[in-house]
């Protein structure tokens, strides 16, 4: 079997990575797919040590390959049937005006999707639920329909996470079970094509293909405009794979697709990519270099989100509050924003470009009446401009994000996150003053390389000193490539590890109990998501603070007209009054209440 494999060059390669396609592309155009195998795109680099016979210079194919590439392309090309094919495409497919120019070894009528139909799964972060919906979007355009049904599907892709080990058996479980799905597959049907997404692809690349020969495409984080090229390559039998990262791809005019109509609220992918290096972590290995979606479309997506009735937008990004618009000159003489006091950075100071205070300023505007919330930020980009905005602004939620994930200030150095325990403390009391009553979670990690005991303690004493109201945490995974990989020890014996892990819970749970019993018998505003999952009579939703809240399904008055009773519905506001701590203490972030109005 071959491989055409447009392999990564580099996250941090010189070259712009677009080049590196039609480079590649360029080297495809040489010969029949049957004869291509594993196209390493390294090849075709100007530098590459790798003989020019390999892969000619442009020049070069220019000279001798006119009358080879046009006598391949016609051994190569579309037969009578495939123009019979494209005269009986159904009405419903979408036109060859909308579909991308095809490589010069595919034809238009190859990249339609034909209603295949497609199952897509999501593992991870938030960005992967929006990645998803972006995947989803292209293939769509491209003609392929959705199913929920795993059995129905001719398409499998899996959007995947690498960020612990857990997560990465987790996806070769599900391959293993998907395999034993394609290898039952009826003849009578097309074969199931399956396919990774993601962090994974982009981490793994050829161990995926080599290890599962039943996986039929790889497309990295910046590769979903191929999607519809590479499962056209594989529709020929053969694996394809994208893995190229961009310092520009933000999928600034994909809009995704609202999977659920019922939604009251969605993400928009602000940012993409991290430049932090923080020495765990995995992100600016998979997801490339830190790159901003221009305002102007953020805008755009969010006021349509607003049109359709949406009542909560999450502005999503891997460093969210490190948005930085660079895409016009003008942009660059922007006033100049600080780090938060006493945090630094692991790269060179960036200047100019419109920063996300601005933007935020701009999203809240849109609708007074739909909140905004931003996932994940970094604790060093949190100016006093940032922060007034938030106190100021009724529609966005007091609600952020700190990750600090250690207690220790000398764990903290080893995980390069630019501050001490003293400056991340500063700066919890700092926002706590410029927004009182505002909701604070973490993430943290438990068993970093060298973490000794009284580290761990600093850890658990920074729980307590804060008590966030809602936490994330992990058991550390060391992964390969990062800073720590190479320079550290992963010395923590697991069964420590996870000690730790359970010390951290328990610690943590205690004071989110403490810290949400703020809210008992407190009125609260509540958004509306629809039935509880507990019991078909009560409702659920959500507070500023994000915390969830459980209430009965009750008429209720109408806050419009007073003579008026009714249900409140999926993105209906509703006044929440005495409220009170879930029972469930593994979930101190849950609460119950009686509706208002
Ligand atoms: N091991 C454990 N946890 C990790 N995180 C990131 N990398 C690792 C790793 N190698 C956690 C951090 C981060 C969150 C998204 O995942 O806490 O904030
Ligand atoms: Fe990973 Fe640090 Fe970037 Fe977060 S900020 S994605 S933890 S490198």
């Not at 497919?93 to 339609?112: I, K, M, N």
């Not at 996986?215 to 039998?237: F, M």
Request: proline share 5%; aromatic share 6%; glycine share 6%.
């Amino acid at each position: 079997m071959s491989v055409i494999l447009l392999q990564t060059v580099g996250s941090f390669s010189a070259m712009h990575p677009f080049q590196c396609v039609l480079r590649a592309r360029r080297c495809l155009r040489r010969g029949p797919l049957a004869s291509v195998s594993w196209l390493l795109l390294r090849t075709c680099r100007a530098h590459s040590s790798v003989p020019s016979s390999a892969c000619p210079s442009p020049q070069r194919q220019q000279e001798d390959g006119v009358w080879k590439d046009f006598s391949s392309r016609l051994a190569t090309g579309p037969t009578f049937q495939d123009f019979l094919r494209s005269a009986s495409v159904p009405p419903e497919q979408p036109s060859s005006s909308e579909v991308e120019d095809p490589p010069p070894y595919l034809t238009v009528d190859e990249l339609l999707g034909r209603q295949r139909r497609v199952y897509l799964e999501t593992y991870g972060c938030q960005m992967n639920v929006n990645d998803t919906e972006i995947a989803w979007s292209i293939l769509q355009k491209s003609g392929y329909l959705r199913t929920s049904n795993l059995q129905e599907a001719d398409v499998i892709l899996l959007v995947t996470c690498s960020i612990r080990e857990k997560a990465e058996q987790t996806i070769w479980n599900r391959l293993h079970q998907l395999k034993s799905l394609k290898s039952k597959r009826l003849r009578s049907r097309v074969p199931l094509r399956i396919g990774i997404l993601g962090c994974m692809a982009e981490r793994l690349k050829e161990e995926i293909l080599n290890r599962e020969k039943m996986v039929d495409i790889l497309a990295g984080p910046d590769a979903y405009r191929d999607l519809p090229q590479l499962l056209a390559v594989a529709e020929s039998g053969q694996q394809a794979a994208n893995v190229l990262l961009s310092l520009d791809e933000t999928y600034a005019d994909v809009m995704p697709v609202q999977t659920s109509p019922s939604a009251t609220s969605a993400f928009v992918s602000i940012m993409r990519g991290c430049d932090n290096m923080c020495s765990y972590c995995i992100v600016p290995f998979t997801r490339g270099r830190e790159r901003s979606r221009p305002v102007a479309s953020i805008l755009e997506e969010v006021r349509k989100l607003s049109e359709q009735g949406l009542k909560e937008v999450t502005l999503l990004g891997q460093n969210v509050n490190s948005f930085r618009d660079n895409s016009e000159v003008q942009f660059n003489n922007a006033v100049s924003t600080n780090l938060s006091r006493g945090f630094s950075t692991n790269y060179k100071a960036k200047q100019g470009g419109l920063r996300f205070a601005h933007l935020l300023d701009q999203v809240s505007r849109i609708d007074p009446e739909m909140r905004i919330r931003f996932t994940s930020p970094h604790p060093k980009d949190f100016p006093d401009e940032v922060l007034q905005l938030i106190r100021e602004r009724d529609n966005i939620c007091k609600q952020i994000h700190l990750p600090a994930q250690s207690g220790s200030s000398r764990v903290l150095e080893a995980m390069r996150r630019g501050y001490s325990r003293e400056a991340y403390v500063e700066l919890i009391h700092h926002i706590r003053e410029s927004i009182p009553g505002v909701s604070l979670s973490s993430d943290f990690i438990a068993g970093f390389c060298g973490e000794t005991e009284e580290d761990h303690l600093q850890t658990v004493s920074l729980l307590r000193e804060v008590q966030y109201n809602i936490g994330f945490l992990f058991a550390y995974s060391m992964r390969q490539k990062t800073r720590a990989y190479h320079r550290l020890k992963d010395d923590i014996p697991e069964e420590v590890k996870l000690r730790r892990l359970e010390e951290l819970i328990t610690v943590f749970r205690e004071e989110a109990t403490k810290a949400n019993k703020s809210f008992v018998g407190c009125t609260q505003l509540v958004l509306v998501e629809g039935p509880s999952k507990r019991s078909a009579a009560d409702l659920c939703g959500r507070n500023d603070g994000n915390l969830k809240v459980i209430f009965a399904d009750a008429e209720m008055e109408d806050a419009t007209d007073s003579r008026l009773r009714v249900r409140a519905q999926p993105g209906d506001y509703v006044l929440v009054k005495e409220m009170w701590q879930s029972l469930n203490s593994a979930n101190p972030g849950s609460m119950g209440g009686v509706s208002l109005r």
